[in-house]
C-alpha cells in the first residue's frame, strides 16, 4: 500500500472514542468558565494590597476545589488496565517503547538485521490539534460515530554500525499512513540521533535532501516498500496516535494532580 494514499480512518473502539470524548468535554467545561476570559472591572485593581503571604491567597481553596472536581472526572473516564491494542503491539516483540513520564516525546526502537531503527513522535501534536478541533454539525451520523484524526509528526533515523552516516525521515502519520515529506542522509550517525540544543542547531545549517514528493515515482514507491520492510506499516501509523492519545491522557491527569498539591502546599 502506497504511503501516500488516502484512506478513510477505520471506526475507532468505542474505549478510544470514550477517551477522546472526555478529554475534549472536560477540557471545554474548564475554559469556558475560567476568569480569564472575562475583563476585569477598570475600578478594580489587579492585586489586592490587603492579600494574605504567597499560598495563603483567598482563592486558593476555590481553585483547589475545582481542580479537584477535574481531577475526579479525568480520573472517572480513565482507562484502569492496559488497554487490548498495546498488549498486542507489545506481544510482537517487534518495537520497545520508551516512554518517560512528564515528557511529550515518545520513541520506539527496534532491531532489522545489522540497522538500528528509531522512530519518535510526539504527543505536543495533538494537544495543538485538539484545540483547532471543530465538533461535527448535528444530524451528521457519519462524522459523529468515528473520532477525529489528528496529524501527528514523525522523526525516524536508521543507522548501521558498519556506516558512519544515517538515514533520516520526516514524515506526518495519519489515518492509518505515514505521509513522507523528507528523506535525509547525514555523514555523521551521532549528529542525526543526538537529541540536544546543539545538534540541532547543527543539522539546521545541513543539505537536508529535495522534498519527497519531488523525487521520481519509482524511486517513492522503492523506498516505501523500503520502509514497510522494516515495520514502518500500515499496523504502526494506526498504533503510534492511539498510543500517543493514551499518553496525553496520562500526562494531564498527572499535571492536574502535581498543581493542585503545588496550590495546596
Request: charged share 30%; aromatic share 10%.
Amino acid at each position: 500500500m502506497s504511503f501516500r494514499a488516502i484512506r478513510q480512518l477505520a471506526a475507532t473502539s468505542s474505549r478510544a472514542l470514550s477517551l477522546r470524548s472526555s478529554l475534549t468535554s472536560a477540557r471545554a467545561r474548564v475554559h469556558a468558565s475560567s476568569p480569564f476570559t472575562r475583563a476585569l472591572p477598570a475600578t478594580r485593581a489587579a492585586f489586592s494590597v490587603s492579600a494574605r503571604s504567597f499560598g495563603e491567597g483567598t482563592a486558593d481553596g476555590a481553585l483547589s476545589a475545582k481542580i479537584a472536581e477535574e481531577l475526579a472526572y479525568e480520573k472517572d473516564a480513565e482507562i484502569k488496565d492496559e488497554p487490548d491494542f498495546l498488549k498486542e503491539f507489545k506481544n510482537t516483540g517487534i518495537w520497545t517503547i520508551e516512554d518517560t513520564p512528564g515528557n511529550d516525546e515518545v520513541t520506539l526502537q527496534r532491531k532489522f538485521g545489522n540497522e538500528q531503527i528509531r522512530l519518535i513522535f510526539s504527543i505536543a501534536d495533538l494537544q495543538s490539534e485538539e484545540e483547532n478541533f471543530e465538533a461535527p454539525e448535528e444530524g451528521n451520523a457519519s462524522e459523529e460515530a468515528s473520532e477525529p484524526s489528528y496529524p501527528l509528526r514523525c522523526s525516524l533515523t536508521i543507522t548501521k554500525p558498519s556506516v558512519p552516516g544515517s538515514l533520516s525521515v520526516d514524515a506526518v502519520c495519519q489515518e492509518g499512513v505515514f505521509v513522507i515529506e523528507n528523506l535525509s542522509y547525514y555523514n555523521d550517525a551521532k549528529l542525526a540521533t543526538d537529541l540536544t540544543p546543539e545538534a540541532d542547531w547543527k543539522r539546521r545549517g545541513l543539505y537536508i535532501g529535495p522534498q519527497f514528493e519531488t523525487l521520481d515515482l519509482n524511486f517513492q514507491e522503492e523506498f516505501e516498500k523500503f520502509l514497510q520492510e522494516r515495520g514502518i506499516n500500515e499496523s504502526l501509523a494506526f498504533f503510534v496516535p492511539e498510543y500517543a492519545q493514551l499518553k496525553e491522557q496520562k500526562e494531564y491527569v498527572d499535571w492536574l494532580g502535581k498543581v493542585q498539591k503545588f496550590i495546596d502546599a
